[in-house]
């Protein structure tokens, strides 16, 4: 006499199992793409503030020059006055 197991029960749990996994592995490679979307992102915003700081020091040399160079003008002129006013004297 043979024994015949129903197996329905255990197929479907099977199948179930199957979809639960493959679900699992899509939301995974979902969830590296958006981790590789979010570092790559945050490298560029990296790249953009460092591209903003060369500017700010460029523009800090920039205005350090023109105000010694004010500076400068300021002196000449109040020796230019100096020697202006002496000699109408």
């Known amino acids: 006499m043979l024994a015949l197991l129903d197996t ?3 197929r479907a749990n099977l199948d179930a199992a199957v979809k639960t996994a493959q679900s ?3 939301k995974t ?5 958006d981790g590789q979307l979010s570092i ?9 503030a460092q ?5 700010a ?3 800090l ?3 350090r020059a023109n105000l010694v160079r004010d500076q400068q003008l300021i002196v ?9 006013y002496s000699s109408s004297c």
Not at 40 to 48: C, D, I
């Open 8 to 10: 329905t029960d255990l």
């Open 24 to 26: 699992d592995a899509a």
């Open 29 to 33: 490679t979902q969830t590296v793409y």
């Open 40 to 48: 790559v992102q945050g490298n560029e915003g990296v790249l953009s």
């Open 51 to 55: 591209a903003s700081l060369r500017t």
């Open 57 to 59: 020091e460029q523009t």
């Open 61 to 63: 040399r920039n205005d």
């Open 76 to 84: 000449q002129g109040r020796r230019w006055r100096s020697r202006s």
